[in-house]
């Protein structure tokens, strides 16, 4: 499913992105990472048609790119590589998504309405201002992320992973936390208003069942280095 070409450029071992020929289909097996492409232009030109022709995508790899501006209502999203890249402004309504990776990446101002993400890592990614409501965001990895300003309300959050996450002035309301794990993570001005937190798992050393949920941290010094 993963299409995770190396770039062409001598000595270069970053994934490539994807490549596509003349009739805008992807080609496997050719291309170059984000620092040499030969024309990011044109690379950014094909990439946002393919996306805007086609309703399912897969093993499509667009490491390192910034994507603003875009709509991905309705799209299906397989195997998908987007690590390390930028999403400004980017909207979807009922997405569905499996196996994506999207770790290191930044996103400001999206929005992720009633889709369906599951075993897709967004570790050690960046949220601001995004919304994720009435989602299913099932078996995820959300490990290391800081959230500002977000919302996951009236989202089922079953068996997703939030360990050392950053959480800050976001809701989880009227979420299923079912072995949803919480391990390290810091939490300032978070709602968990209806949400079943007795069944989130919180604290290695009590057997995960239970924690403090009110716990409020001085993030500052996070909050400042991110905004």
Do not use: W
Request: charged share 20%.
């Amino acid at each position: 499913m993963y299409n995770l070409t190396i770039c062409q450029h001598p000595g270069c071992t970053r994934y490539a992105i994807s490549s596509f020929d003349t009739a805008g289909n992807p080609v496997e097996g050719i291309g170059y990472c984000l620092e040499h492409q030969p024309d990011i232009e044109e690379t950014l030109h094909n990439f946002r048609n393919y996306i805007r022709t086609h309703e399912k995508l897969i093993g499509l790899s667009a490491s390192g790119l910034t994507v603003h501006d875009i709509d991905l209502s309705g799209k299906k999203l397989f195997g998908c590589n987007f690590q390390h890249c930028t999403f400004t402004n980017v909207h979807a309504s009922h997405l569905r998504a499996r196996m994506c990776m999207m770790d290191f990446s930044t996103f400001t101002d999206c929005n992720i309405l009633d889709s369906n993400l599951q075993f897709t890592s967004f570790s050690g990614s960046r949220f601001v201002h995004i919304l994720h409501t009435g989602s299913d965001l099932i078996h995820n990895n959300y490990n290391g992320i800081t959230a500002y300003q977000c919302s996951f309300d009236d989202s089922d959050l079953y068996n997703s992973r939030f360990i050392k996450a950053i959480l800050i002035n976001t809701s989880m309301a009227n979420c299923n936390l079912k072995k949803t794990v919480f391990y390290e993570s810091m939490r300032d001005g978070v709602s968990f208003k209806m949400s079943n937190t007795r069944e989130a798992l919180i604290d290695r050393e009590k057997g995960g069942m239970m924690g403090d949920f009110g716990a409020n941290y001085s993030l500052e010094e996070d909050l400042g280095t991110m905004l």
